[in-house]
Each structure stands twice: as C-alpha cells, then as structure tokens.
C-alpha cells in the first residue's frame, strides 16, 4: 500500500487570545471537569493496562503486539477528544491530531508508523492536558461538596435538633446560632474555589496544548517553505509533461503534415488525384493535432474551472472519462482558483489512471465543503491497485500540487485494489 501526505498549512496567529475567564467558559470548565472526575480514572485504567498488558506479554509468541496496538490508538483517541474538548470549549484554534502515518510499506512501516504514533507530541500534550483536568475534577468535586454542604449549613438553624451543629469534613461542632455565618463563609470558599479552578484549567489547558508564539511562527515558516518546494516541483513535473507530450505526440503529428503537404506538392501537377488524397490526409492529421493540442491545453488550464465552478468541470471531465464515473458533488459555494485547480487536477489524474493502469471497471468521486473552508474529494476506483508515486510521474506532480496549494493528499493503493486518493486544500489558499 502506498500512501503519501502534503502537511496543511497551519492557521494564522491571531493577537487576540480567546478570554478563558468568561462566566460561560468558567462554568463548562467546571462542569467538564468534574466529569472527568468521575470518567477519567477509568480511561487511564483501562490505557495503562492494555500498554502495561501488552509490553509484559510480546516475548509470548507476539500476543502482546496487539494489545500495545490498541493501547496505543486509545492513546491517540484519548488525545484526539481532549482536543477537541479544549477547543470546543475555549476555541483557541486548535487543529485536531491526526493519525500519524510513516509512508513506507509492509510489517515493518506498519510496525514504524505504530512507533511515530506512540511518540507523537501532539498526542502526549493532550494526554498530559486530560491528567491535568482530572485532577482538577477531583478537587472540583470536593469544592461541590463543600459549597453544597455550606449551603446546608446555612439553613441548619431552621431544623437542627441539637444545640450544636457538625463543620463539613473537619469533625467540628459549632453553636446552631453560628452557622448561618459559617455556611455563608463555606459557600463563599466553595464558589471562589470553583471559579478559580474554571479559571486555572483554561491557563493550564493553553500551556499545555497551544503552541508557543515560537514555535507557531517556526511551523509557518517550516510551512511555506514546504509549500515553495511544492511549488516549484509541481511546475518541474508539469513542464516535463508538457515536453513530453509536445515531443511524443503533437510535434511527430505535424512533421507528419509538413511531409504530406510537401508530397502533394510535387504531385499537384503530375497527379492531381493522388495529390487530393495526400491533403485530405494532411486535413485529418491536422485536426488530430488540434484534439491534442486542445487536450494538452486543457491539461494545463481548465478554462470550464473558471468559468462555471468545479461542478461543471467536473462533470466535464467525466463526460470524457473511459471508466463509468458516479459524481457527488455538493459545493455551497466557491474557492480560490488555487484550491478548486489542486482539486479538479488531482481528480483528473486519479480517473485518468484508473482507466490506463488500473483496468478499473468504475470510479466513484466526491467532493464536500468541509467546516466552510476546506475543500475535500475523494476519487475511488475498484481496479487492481498497485498505484505508486514515482518522481516525475503524474501522481508526484499531482502531491506536489497540493502540497503547493497549502493541503494534504493522501493515495492508498494496496495491490489487488481498490484505489483511494484523498485531497484536503483550504478554501482560501
């Protein structure tokens, strides 16, 4: 299987933090963690075991191996909703952890891209971030018990049986006449206490899981630079293309007219009917040509794109297509030219080899809008499969593309098939 991934850019640094002292977000801070109070533990328990588990047992004939796989994937699971925990929460703008791939096949990438999981960053900031809450959330929930036992407190007056009255977690009896006051305090302590802890979790949460000013601007360089290369990879591929279709196809054709042309020459006089033939030979070649210029030029720019959206080049290009291509396309509206070209050449070249290379018998593309600014499709074929990005080839332009345009593309190909090429390209790239 082969599988090869452009990073998208990241988003742009903002000036202005999101406020994680709102009244709104301090009470779901709140309510979230004592939650975690109560699930947390179990999550970690049953992490811990299957990792613990299954180190202790791979010397047994490799059982072990799967159960440090599903620790691990808990592991990223764990991450992945603490992210998005964090960020539908505060909305700092995180993106979501993606699961890591090492690009390189059989048991051994297998086995190297279970290791890059393991040692994510962005993985373990989240698990860290989820321990933190959690013992946040124990100390919420004792806070709870005592706001809720002063308010009790508060009102003992008006049904106590005794002249005295017991202080919430101390062992303490205190006059019935005082506890009006002292529940009032305990309540007070409770209430800052909480509004404290929604407050800490919010600074905590932003240290842990949002990247430094530093390393934003480092990721954006490290980005664009990416992107340049793309960029300039893509051009490469696209000229040799060029060049390699002019040499192949088109300039053989016209040499072929020239000679024909220059024979009806030297028999227009001698033998006019053989002449005749010769030029309309000469005719049809020349509109051949034209077909592949055309084709060629269409290759380069898709005039349709422009004009009436991805939609309509789409079902243009599949009115073209050799293999039978079901479309379901559902755009709301339209993107940069930039991202809609990424998209359409990618689904060009990804039909084009299911019906040279692959014998596929059908194709199938979608393509979405997805979260209002990423444009998404995804081609599949049920050829043989077997696809793979050679330096120079089509798929290797198409990557570059992408990678370009500031998305990600993603090619899974095992032999036997099927064939799946996935794009992401921000909207506005």
Not at 120 to 132: E, N
Not at 149 to 163: I, K, M, N, R, Y
Not at 418 to 427: R, Y
Request: hydrophobic share 50%; proline share 5%; aromatic share 4%.
């Amino acid at each position: 299987m082969t599988t090869a991934a452009a990073p998208a850019a990241p988003s742009p640094t903002t000036s202005a933090r999101p406020r994680v002292a709102s009244p709104l977000r301090v009470a779901g801070a709140i309510a979230q963690m004592a939650a975690l109070a109560v699930v947390g533990p179990a999550l970690f328990t049953v992490l811990i075991t299957l990792l613990a588990t299954g180190i202790g047992l791979i010397p047994i004939f490799g059982i072990g191996l799967l159960l440090v796989l599903a620790g691990v994937y808990v592991l990223y699971a764990m991450s992945w909703l603490e992210h998005a925990r964090v960020e539908g929460l505060y909305d700092f703008g995180l993106a979501l952890p993606l699961p890591r791939r090492s690009g390189r096949p059989g048991f051994g990438g297998f086995l190297r891209t279970v290791w890059q999981q393991f040692i994510d960053g962005a993985t373990w900031r989240g698990i860290a971030s989820l321990a933190v809450s959690t013992i946040l959330g124990f100390v919420v929930l004792a806070l709870i018990s005592g706001f809720a036992s002063g308010v009790v407190l508060a009102f003992a007056p008006l049904f106590a049986s005794t002249d005295e009255i017991s202080l919430f977690g101390t062992g303490l009896s205190i006059p019935v006449g005082w506890g009006v006051a002292a529940g009032i305090v305990q309540v007070l302590i409770g209430a800052a206490g909480l509004v404290g802890l929604g407050i800490l979790h919010g600074i905590l949460a932003r240290a842990i899981l949002v990247p430094s000013q530093e390393a934003q601007l480092a990721e954006a360089a490290r980005a664009s630079s990416a992107q340049r290369d793309g960029a300039v990879r893509a051009a490469d591929v696209e000229r040799t293309r060029i060049e390699r279709d002019l040499h192949d196809g088109v300039q053989p054709r016209l040499v072929s007219v020239g000679m024909t042309l220059g024979l009806a020459q030297q028999k227009i006089e001698s033998d006019p009917d053989a002449a005749k033939e010769l030029i309309s030979e000469a005719h049809t070649s020349t509109k051949a040509a034209i077909t592949e210029l055309r084709q060629l030029a269409r290759g380069i720019h898709a005039s349709v794109l422009d004009d009436r959206g991805l939609d309509a080049a789409l079902s243009a290009l599949v009115a073209r297509s050799h293999v039978p291509v079901q479309v379901d396309v559902r755009l709301d509206g339209r993107c940069s030219r930039t991202a809609e070209a990424a998209v359409y050449f990618a689904i060009a070249e990804a039909l084009t080899n299911a019906a040279k290379h692959a014998r596929a018998g059908s194709a199938r593309v979608v393509v979405r809008l997805r979260d209002g600014n990423t444009l998404w499709a995804r081609v599949e074929d049920d050829g043989i499969g077997g696809a793979t990005i050679v330096p120079g080839g089509g798929l290797d332009g198409i990557m570059n593309r992408v990678l370009a345009a500031g998305g990600q593309a993603r090619l899974d190909s095992p032999a036997g098939g099927p064939t799946s090429l996935e794009v992401s390209v921000p909207c506005a790239s």
